[in-house]
């Protein structure tokens, strides 16, 4: 796996593949980017931004969002072995000072020391307790005014986000389906 664009592009990072993770494959996370920087529908700058990479992983959209020039991202991993591998992938990178992990379950976080521009969750594809945790951000009201959600889920799923987002685009990629949205 290996980092797609910016300062850190080409360099490779380790990752983690088992039943509890997946990695966010190199072409759907440039896919990704690409819409991020050409988007007429999707009006985010990257540059700056605070990221909070949910069901993080190995951190592979936070890494690269840093690579991108993000100020700040805020990795979420409950994993011990996914936590290990990011802070490996974080120190391989000399990222420190820009990021921070909270190794924690989601829903058991109440104080959120920040606002967040981009939120990037990918919560394993059999998890609907995302949904929940995407109500309390929301009531939470730890999103600037202008941001953007991106969620990762597999092709098939069925995901209620009525009241909670608007979906701005959907997309794709083999098994991939990628939601792009705003909190309503």
Known sequence: MRIIGGRFKGRIIQFLKTKNTRPLKDSVRENIFNILSHSNEININLKNAF???LYSGIGSFGLECLSRGAKMVTFVEIDSEASTILKEN???LSI???AE???NRIENIKNWKKRYNIFFLDPPFKDLQFIDNLKELKNQKIY???HL????REK???DDFEGILKILNEKVYGRSKIIFALFK
């Open 51 to 53: 990221i909070l990479d």
């Open 90 to 92: 974080l120190l391989k």
């Open 96 to 98: 420190g000072k820009q």
């Open 101 to 103: 992990i909270i190794k």
């Open 144 to 146: 600037e005014k202008n």
């Open 149 to 152: 959600i991106i969620i990762h």
């Open 156 to 158: 098939n799923s069925k």
